[in-house]
């Protein structure tokens, strides 16, 4: 579990823009690469710890291989 607010505000972050990759139609290898890309950036410049990186990229690709996050929402019947 996160704890610093700091990471918790890339977690949220990040897994915001993962869902709006998805719902542009991106599916999970491009979301992969999209959330790499975002921690090596986090790692390249030092913005919050190294041990905290490491937990987010742990929280996220959780959340990433969950298929509840990413479902589809099911239309409601059509009783006309």
Not at 21 to 34: A, D, K, P, Q, V
Not at 58 to 74: G, I, Q, W
Request: proline share 5%; charged share 30%.
């Amino acid at each position: 579990m996160l704890q610093d607010a700091q990471t918790i505000r890339y977690y949220q972050r990040l897994t915001d823009a993962l869902v709006e990759l998805w719902n542009r139609g991106y599916r999970f290898e491009e979301m992969r690469h999209y959330m790499e890309g975002y921690v090596a950036a986090l790692r390249h410049s030092n913005a919050i710890e190294p041990f905290m990186i490491h937990r987010l990229e742990e929280e996220v690709t959780r959340y990433l291989y969950d298929p509840s996050n990413f479902a589809m929402p099911e239309s409601e019947p059509d009783y006309r």
